[in-house]
């Protein structure tokens, strides 16, 4: 006798009702002429002198439409005369190799053929400085190199700890610049310091290495661009923090409070740094990070393909899958956990056979009087929320916001013959 399928034979599944979440949504809709217009601007010409070599960092974390822009940056230096090139700007993702980073920028759609430039992928750094506390600074040896440095990026709230700056220019420049080395250091005294630590670091970057200007990427809710912006490197620090309050301005979010159970399809390092984003779920790895909903479980059905088995976060999940612990690469997310020094998004969470299993089983523990009840919302992934499911138990609730439109009829959940999700 499967003790487990006995214990789980008795818990009620609800029916799911697909619902519409709509937010403001301002997009750049035109992106090559919106980096031509930025980059056009006397604070931003002016820098880029023919013969140049500039790199162009780019980073990993899920950026919409980073060929689309990166290319277009790549195509206006190589007009003002300008040699640019690529150099991954990520810490310890793809597993801390010089061919995992590459190959991570392949995933997101940015190889030399779709920039139209060399990519140098490397893990060499230099040390430019340290901190009153003795923490070194590192940059990527091919960016301090060359002539200028272009940051390319995305701003928005961090997974980890609050401050005036989050992620964003500034840790691009002390965490995705300084590779491995630099992501260690930065995160060596915990997050509670990081706030302090990344300014610190930049403004030690931007004293000595050649930083030109980033060009920075605000986002709307439906994972869009909804501002494109060249920043000058004397005001990069001031204007991160503008944008960042834009940018947290114009995040989704889960229309509830509190739920019973979130069933999230699939996390990644392509979603979030955490696999999913603490911002939506509320389960944060550090005491240093707060907002978003109460859930009481939360299950995590499969990893994304572009995740390459970088698991990092299932930590701040209760309940998975076999399938999903199948593709866990343990290499590369503990290279995220003894970097960062934080551990807890490395975990497993309980493994459960299959889909089915796994969300009987949180909403059996999740502690709801009557579990026929119980309070289910189900995501693709925190990065898009504008469609998903609810249990019948908040349609009513959910049909009294105004910006949720319910678009069907409660349906039983669908699984095959594997007990997985349809």
């Given at each position: 006798?499967?003790?487990?399928?006995?214990?789980?034979?008795?818990?009620?599944?609800?029916?799911?009702?697909?619902?519409?979440?709509?937010?403001?949504?301002?997009?750049?809709?035109?992106?090559?002429?919106?980096?031509?217009?930025?980059?056009?601007?006397?604070?931003?010409?002016?820098?880029?002198?023919?013969?140049?070599?500039?790199?162009?960092?780019?980073?990993?974390?899920?950026?919409?439409?980073?060929?689309?822009?990166?290319?277009?940056?790549?195509?206006?230096?190589?007009?003002?005369?300008?040699?640019?090139?690529?150099?991954?700007?990520?810490?310890?993702?793809?597993?801390?190799?010089?061919?995992?980073?590459?190959?991570?920028?392949?995933?997101?759609?940015?190889?030399?053929?779709?920039?139209?430039?060399?990519?140098?992928?490397?893990?060499?750094?230099?040390?430019?400085?340290?901190?009153?506390?003795?923490?070194?600074?590192?940059?990527?040896?091919?960016?301090?190199?060359?002539?200028?440095?272009?940051?390319?990026?995305?701003?928005?709230?961090?997974?980890?700890?609050?401050?005036?700056?989050?992620?964003?220019?500034?840790?691009?420049?002390?965490?995705?610049?300084?590779?491995?080395?630099?992501?260690?250091?930065?995160?060596?005294?915990?997050?509670?310091?990081?706030?302090?630590?990344?300014?610190?670091?930049?403004?030690?970057?931007?004293?000595?290495?050649?930083?030109?200007?980033?060009?920075?990427?605000?986002?709307?809710?439906?994972?869009?661009?909804?501002?494109?912006?060249?920043?000058?490197?004397?005001?990069?620090?001031?204007?991160?923090?503008?944008?960042?309050?834009?940018?947290?301005?114009?995040?989704?979010?889960?229309?509830?409070?509190?739920?019973?159970?979130?069933?999230?399809?699939?996390?990644?390092?392509?979603?979030?740094?955490?696999?999913?984003?603490?911002?939506?779920?509320?389960?944060?790895?550090?005491?240093?990070?707060?907002?978003?909903?109460?859930?009481?479980?939360?299950?995590?059905?499969?990893?994304?393909?572009?995740?390459?088995?970088?698991?990092?976060?299932?930590?701040?999940?209760?309940?998975?899958?076999?399938?999903?612990?199948?593709?866990?690469?343990?290499?590369?997310?503990?290279?995220?956990?003894?970097?960062?020094?934080?551990?807890?998004?490395?975990?497993?969470?309980?493994?459960?056979?299959?889909?089915?299993?796994?969300?009987?089983?949180?909403?059996?523990?999740?502690?709801?009087?009557?579990?026929?009840?119980?309070?289910?919302?189900?995501?693709?992934?925190?990065?898009?929320?504008?469609?998903?499911?609810?249990?019948?138990?908040?349609?009513?609730?959910?049909?009294?916001?105004?910006?949720?439109?319910?678009?069907?009829?409660?349906?039983?959940m669908a699984f095959d013959d594997?007990?997985?999700?349809?």
């Open positions: 006798m499967d003790i487990i399928k006995e214990l789980l034979k008795p818990v009620p599944l609800p029916r799911m009702v697909k619902v519409r979440q709509t937010f403001p949504a301002p997009i750049v809709t035109d992106i090559p002429g919106t980096i031509s217009q930025e980059l056009a601007k006397p604070a931003i010409a002016s820098r880029i002198r023919p013969g140049m070599r500039i790199a162009i960092a780019v980073g990993s974390r899920g950026i919409a439409e980073i060929p689309a822009i990166v290319k277009a940056v790549v195509s206006e230096l190589n007009a003002k005369g300008a040699a640019p090139f690529i150099v991954p700007a990520m810490g310890s993702h793809g597993g801390a190799t010089a061919e995992g980073q590459k190959q991570v920028l392949a995933d997101l759609g940015v190889t030399e053929e779709t920039a139209g430039c060399p990519i140098l992928s490397s893990m060499e750094v230099v040390e430019i400085g340290r901190l009153d506390n003795g923490l070194p600074v590192y940059i990527d040896k091919n960016a301090y190199d060359a002539d200028g440095i272009v940051i390319v990026c995305r701003v928005k709230p961090h997974t980890a700890f609050r401050g005036a700056n989050e992620s964003g220019l500034v840790k691009m420049i002390t965490i995705g610049l300084g590779k491995q080395k630099g992501a260690e250091s930065c995160h060596a005294y915990s997050f509670k310091h990081m706030a302090e630590h990344i300014v610190a670091m930049a403004r030690i970057s931007l004293a000595k290495a050649p930083i030109l200007f980033g060009v920075a990427s605000v986002e709307n809710a439906y994972d869009q661009p909804a501002k494109l912006v060249a920043v000058p490197a004397e005001t990069l620090i001031e204007t991160d923090r503008e944008l960042l309050l834009a940018a947290k301005a114009n995040m989704p979010r889960l229309p509830f409070n509190q739920l019973d159970v979130l069933i999230v399809d699939q996390i990644g390092k392509d979603i979030s740094g955490d696999g999913m984003d603490p911002n939506i779920t509320g389960r944060y790895p550090t005491p240093y990070a707060f907002g978003g909903p109460e859930i009481a479980k939360i299950v995590v059905l499969d990893l994304t393909e572009r995740t390459h088995g970088n698991a990092n976060g299932m930590g701040a999940a209760d309940f998975s899958t076999r399938k999903l612990a199948d593709k866990v690469d343990f290499k590369k997310v503990y290279a995220n956990g003894l970097t960062s020094a934080e551990v807890s998004p490395t975990k497993l969470p309980m493994i459960l056979d299959d889909d089915r299993d796994a969300i009987k089983a949180a909403i059996k523990t999740c502690y709801a009087r009557d579990q026929k009840q119980a309070r289910v919302v189900r995501i693709k992934d925190t990065l898009h929320l504008g469609e998903f499911y609810i249990s019948e138990s908040l349609v009513a609730e959910a049909a009294s916001l105004p910006n949720v439109t319910i678009l069907g009829e409660p349906e039983d594997k007990g997985n999700l349809i």
